[in-house]
């Protein structure tokens, strides 16, 4: 796709949404040989749709929050069903305009915006009340993230920006994990049990575990199968889709040796118990990512739509 912005999956079939709209919002449906079935047209007119959601009933949300000009008084999701049938939900910052280009979807079905911050750290936002089609509800700001710059190849800056500019989101389908990714990283966050209301915000504190996702010249889409599976992929028709195998279980602690050694022999002194690492649990998977990268099939769309500024 020229201008992928947004992709998720259901295990069967992907469904993917371009940052130009060209007045009409439309879902490509593809299948998993990244042919298009089928395409949800919606009947609203979004702005700049920057990233897409699914929710486990298969209802999808896009994310129309891009504002590269910082001009727009309210941003919008877009609550799509598989039939088309679409609701619009604008909504507003707290505290001026921000760009925004990675949303999540919590198990109560309650939205989050994380914005693309050129000079700090990402920040989370939640409506602060239930979404309505007739009035902007407004957002709070609930979290925010920073991230180190690293030395992934790749983006479209060709500088340390790349690596710490957030361009997408996405939730495993239990929502045990979420995903943040820059144009040239993926970060997973183990999502903690508890209040499911803020787990988002909760997750996003935490310290992730880095996937590099190298030389993918604009990556914007992120998304999970449903086996956990790490899926990204860059703006460009013909560029492939990445697959991460049993990614989102790098993201889960080891589990706890509960093995006991045997007693040593009589006469024989006790060994003294290992000293404990220093490592973090986060650091150690990080070698079998770099082995688990595959590239699946080659995205095929050439749909070309006119970009909003």
């Not at 998977?285 to 070309?304: K, S």
């Amino acid at each position: 796709m020229q201008e992928l912005s947004g992709l998720t999956s259901d295990g069967k079939q992907f469904f993917a949404v371009s940052d130009s709209d060209n007045g009409t919002l439309r879902i490509q449906v593809m299948g998993r040989d990244c042919v298009v079935k089928r395409t949800i047209t919606a009947p609203v007119d979004p702005y700049d749709v920057e990233d897409l959601a699914m929710t486990p009933d298969g209802t999808l949300w896009a994310s129309d929050t891009g504002d590269n000009n910082k001009s727009r008084s309210t941003v919008a999701l877009h609550k799509v069903s598989p039939s088309g049938a679409v609701e619009r939900f604008r909504v507003t910052y707290p505290d001026g305009k921000h760009d925004a280009e990675a949303l999540l979807v919590d198990k109560t079905g309650t939205p989050y915006i994380i914005t693309k911050e050129p000079l700090g750290s990402a920040l989370v936002y939640r409506p602060t009340a239930p979404l309505r089609t007739d009035a902007p509800v407004p957002l709070e700001q609930v979290g925010r993230v920073s991230l180190s710059t690293t030395d992934t190849p790749g983006g479209p800056l060709e500088g340390t920006l790349d690596s710490r500019l957030v361009t997408g989101a996405a939730s495993t389908a239990d929502g045990s994990v979420i995903a943040l990714r820059t144009y040239t990283d993926a970060y997973l966050f183990p999502v903690p049990d508890g209040d499911p209301k803020g787990a988002v915000a909760q997750a996003l504190a935490g310290d992730p575990v880095r996937v590099p996702l190298p030389n993918e010249p604009q990556g914007e889409a992120i998304a999970f199968d449903p086996d956990g599976t790490l899926l990204s992929a860059s703006e460009g028709a013909g560029t492939a889709i990445r697959a991460v195998t049993g990614a989102a279980s790098l993201a889960q602690p080891a589990a706890p040796t509960t093995t006991t050694p045997p007693p040593p022999a009589a006469g024989q002194p006790q060994a003294a118990p290992p000293e404990s690492s220093n490592g973090s649990w986060q650091n150690w998977p990080l070698a079998l990512t770099l082995g688990g990268i595959v590239l699946a099939a080659a995205l095929v769309i050439g749909l070309r739509f006119r970009r909003r500024a």
